[in-house]
């Protein structure tokens, strides 16, 4: 039904006021005829006003329920419809599918960049034009240790404590400006964190920080500083004496019967120490890049320790010192003959280095755990507990200038704990000063191994 067909007869009361204002000055049979119009006008203006009523009423319900995201609960065939509001309604379904379609995306946008952010390694959070944290990932809230308090709606100082960073963010916030900055957090586990902040797009106030924790680049940057200073040191010291007694020898002094052989012996042992710590480099250097191919098989552990004890007994013996194997014969590890030997005479050797004369160094051996154990026990010096943790390091000395003196490379320790590493396999230490120290050193044990298990 058209519109303007039912608003017609609202229109009706003016033309009925009018008629009665013309025909009541009219015969009788006039105003009888109509007063029968205005009957049936009045009528008709009724039912036309019910109609529209009802039809708006349900035009409302059915807007309302789509609103609410639901299906029209409106009747679907109603008498006498205007066709403008059937129009009204097919637009509002027309609206509201494109708006569930709408927000179906955004949904599924949202979705996608949660997952994305959450898969990144690095910490992230984006903060509103005033430096509210609004969003944010998983990784931000496992760097900060947060368990349970909520990380949005927080500011930047609540979170990280550095003026720096809370500068940066509203800078990025306040004047568009992006900022590179690097801080540390403290605490048990002190972390050094590359922090880029920028600003959001134009026409999106706000800002982004994203966190790149490079403590372990650091902590390697810095084991690559000392390593080329510690290697220019330690070459540095034969090279000089070396090139200092030839120019000496050269002045003249080969001419002396007394002060040339010593020269000479000097140069020979410095030279000596030289190759040494070249070899010593190039086999830390092997083992680091896994270019050493070990040949596993198994390995009686106590002809190992016999081979390296017979090495070292001279220069044990030579300062009275008493070396006693405790190993099993029947304890067989896996690993490389050639390796277990190196290790167990890098061990030895050092044990007989840093005890002093009349001391002794034991060797026990068992099997613990399901694995092979060896422990090389000495009665020597001992190292304080901060060095525990530093000893395995390529040139780490306890106390440089004693272990100078001793000779060594300073490379020995590091180079058990790569040959163990590459034999699966570990290396543990503990001591006390002045009461000497223990190496354990562990390596996977032999199937037919029958050693009685400690």
């Known amino acids: 039904m058209p519109l303007r067909a039912t608003l017609l007869p609202l229109l009706l009361p003016a033309v009925v006021v009018a008629t009665l204002v013309a025909i009541l000055d009219g015969p009788k049979e006039v105003v009888a005829a109509a007063l029968v119009a205005l009957a049936g006008s009045l009528m008709s203006l009724g039912m036309s006003r019910g109609t529209l009523q009802r039809q708006l009423d349900l035009l409302a319900r059915h807007t309302r329920d789509r609103a609410e995201g639901g299906p029209s609960t409106a009747p679907s065939v109603v008498p006498e419809r205007l066709d403008e509001v059937a129009g009204l309604e097919g637009a509002i379904d027309s609206l509201h599918a494109q708006l569930s379609a709408r927000n179906t995306a955004l949904t599924q946008e949202a979705r996608t960049l949660t997952a994305v952010m959450d898969g990144m390694t690095e910490s992230i959070w984006v903060t509103d034009e005033e430096g509210t944290v609004v969003r944010h990932n998983d990784a931000l809230r496992a760097m900060l240790a947060s368990t349970g308090s909520p990380l949005t709606g927080q500011r930047p100082l609540a979170l990280i404590r550095n003026e720096a960073l809370h500068d940066a963010v509203m800078r990025a916030c306040r004047e568009s400006a992006s900022s590179h900055l690097e801080l540390t957090l403290d605490g048990l586990f002190p972390r050094t964190l590359s922090i880029r902040v920028t600003p959001l797009a134009k026409d999106l106030p ?86 050493v191919s070990l040949k596993l098989a198994r390995v009686t552990l106590a002809d190992a320790a016999a081979r390296a004890a017979d090495t070292v007994r001279p220069k044990a013996e030579g300062k009275g010192q008493v070396i006693s194997l405790h190993v099993p014969q029947n304890l067989l590890a896996v690993g490389d003959t050639r390796a277990v030997e190196q290790v167990l005479l890098n061990l030895l050797d050092n044990a007989v280095k840093y005890t002093p004369a009349g001391g002794r160094v034991d060797v026990y051996g068992a099997c613990e755990g399901g694995r092979c154990v060896v422990r090389v026990k000495d009665t020597g010096v001992g190292i304080e507990a901060k060095h525990l943790s530093r000893i395995f390091e390529r040139f780490y000395r306890v106390d440089k200038g004693r272990s100078r003196d001793m000779g060594g490379t300073g490379l020995g320790l590091a180079i058990v704990k790569h040959l163990l590493q590459a034999m699966d396999g570990e290396v543990k230490v503990e001591s006390q000063p002045n009461e000497g120290s223990t190496f354990t050193i562990f390596l996977p044990l032999a199937a037919s191994s029958s050693a009685a298990t400690g």
Not at 206 to 221: I, K, Q, W
Not at 243 to 268: F, S, W
């Open 206 to 291: 706000g800002s982004a920080a994203v966190f790149h924790d490079v403590t372990e680049l650091r902590r390697l940057e810095k084991v690559r500083k000392d390593f080329v200073a510690n290697v220019s040191h330690e070459l540095r010291t034969p090279i000089t004496a070396v090139r200092g007694y030839a120019e000496t020898l050269q002045g003249g002094a080969l001419n002396d019967p007394v002060m040339a052989p010593k020269m000479v012996e000097i140069i020979h042992r410095q030279s000596e120490r030289l190759s040494e710590l070249v070899e010593d480099l190039l086999e830390l250097s092997r083992l680091e890049s896994r270019e």
